[in-house]
């Protein structure tokens, strides 16, 4: 074999894995970004029956799915004020295999929660604007970015 074919088979096995977990690590921070903030928040007409229902509609065609999530959360702060409190997390969360953390302050939380009671195929919600503090997933201990959201404090 010549010495820069093996070189080419010796990288794709020590970088190839390297590479794609990078590009999933990618790809969940792109989504955290598209699915989670809403900064400033999104005015709805008033035919659209309120903010999570037309959300919602967007985030049901992002994922790709027609199933009706119970709840999903919408922050209503700037990507680089949520972004910087997953610079450095000491946490584990072992129930989700990522690392986590606690906003320090509260910022402003949109709560979309499923109507319950109604056919399988309609999703409506109700919305809760708040202001809470944030378990955010990050995608690695330190420099890493939030890729998503366990719940609020």
Same mark, same amino acid.
């Given at each position: ?24 690590? @990618? ?45 999903? &959360? ?7 004020? /949520? *972004? ?10 072992? *129930?989700?295999?990522? &690392? ?6 509260? /910022? ?9 009671? @109604? ?5 409506? &919600?109700?919305?809760?604007?708040? *202001? @809470? ?8 201990? *330190?420099?890493?970015?939030? /890729?998503? /959201?366990?719940?609020? &404090?």
């Amino acid at each position: 074999m010549a010495p820069s074919v093996a070189w080419l088979v010796f990288l794709q096995f020590v970088l190839g894995p390297a590479l794609v977990e990078d590009i999933k690590v @990618q790809i969940a921070v792109r989504n955290f970004r598209l699915l989670h903030i809403d900064y400033p928040r999104v005015s709805y007409p008033k035919g659209f029956r309120g903010y999570c229902n037309g959300l919602m509609a967007y985030v049901r065609g992002r994922k790709w799915s027609w199933y009706c999530p119970q709840i999903h &959360y919408m922050v209503h702060a700037p990507w680089r004020e /949520i *972004n910087g409190f997953c610079k450095y997390s000491d946490s584990f969360c072992e *129930n989700y295999n990522e &690392y986590c953390t606690l906003t320090e302050d509260a /910022i402003p939380v949109t709560i979309c929660s499923l109507v319950s009671r @109604q056919p399988p195929t309609s999703c409506h &919600y109700n919305d809760t604007l708040t *202001n @809470q503090r944030l378990y955010l997933l990050c995608s690695g201990k *330190n420099d890493a970015e939030p /890729i998503g /959201i366990i719940g609020l &404090y």
